[in-house]
């Protein structure tokens, strides 16, 4: 079935480790993809997008993005993380190109410690 | 800007009553506004797509007489829960495709809580 999977449900660092979350996608042909961002007790808010042209995205924050299309995937990265990090990240797909509808994956929860 | 703002935050009602959730696009026109469901510890689904002056377009499983959306003018959508049972809590979604801005993104609402007893 078509799908966006984000492998790591829970994850907890450190302040000043290195941030990279995976998401895979199981559509195929032209696909839109984006990485949203929920801080706690906050509206989802748009980190990066990808649309075409050249696959490492950089997005707010200093997040930053590759999409790899043979892999079908588009992990997010941060090189060194800060507590106000602290949030769930959710990769989602748009299959049919635009801002239509968007297929999520199941988030992660990222915790920094001090 | 862009703005999206939901009403009410969080709503507790009785199992058989309707409940309406706004969905409003506080600094721009939204031709087209989504509606997701998130359980608990689980992703956004989407519901449904709500395009101003015509019908929403429902998901494959989502009852379209028990979930009854209205999109009536550029910056306000409703979603009406009909009947509403227990097993319909959950956090409901809403976004709002800015058209006007020249990117399509889509802005998020801060979401409400629905708990039917």
């Known amino acids: 079935a078509q799908s966006v999977s984000q492998h790591n449900h829970h994850v907890i660092l450190s302040e000043a480790a290195s941030l990279e979350l995976g998401c895979n996608y199981s559509y195929g042909g032209t696909v839109n993809l984006f990485w949203y961002v929920q801080y706690p007790g906050q509206h989802l808010q748009l980190l990066l997008k990808y649309f075409s042209g050249d696959p490492l995205v950089k997005g707010i924050k200093g997040f930053e993005a590759e999409f790899i299309k043979s892999k079908f995937s588009f992990n997010l990265r941060k090189p060194s993380v800060q507590w106000s990090d602290t949030a769930e990240y959710f990769c989602?797909?748009?299959?049919?190109?635009?801002?239509?509808?968007?297929?999520f994956g199941a988030g992660t929860r990222l915790a920094v410690h001090p | 800007g862009a703005v999206v703002s939901q009403h009410p935050s969080w709503v507790i009602c009785k199992s058989g009553t309707s409940v309406k959730i706004e969905c409003r696009s506080l600094d721009f026109q939204a031709t087209t506004m989504f509606w997701y469901r998130q359980f608990p510890k689980q992703s956004l689904m989407l519901m449904a797509t709500s395009n101003e002056g015509s019908k929403a377009t429902y998901e494959q499983g989502v009852e379209k007489d028990k979930f009854l959306i209205n999109h009536a003018s550029l910056t306000l959508s409703t979603l009406t829960v009909t009947s509403a049972h227990p097993e319909d809590s959950s956090f409901y979604i809403c976004?709002?495709?800015?058209?006007?801005?020249?990117?399509?993104?889509?802005?998020f609402g801060p979401g409400t809580r629905l708990t039917v007893l």
């Open positions: 989602a797909v748009n299959p049919s190109g635009g801002y239509n509808k968007l297929i």
């Open positions: 976004s709002a495709r800015d058209a006007g801005g020249g990117t399509n993104e889509q802005f």
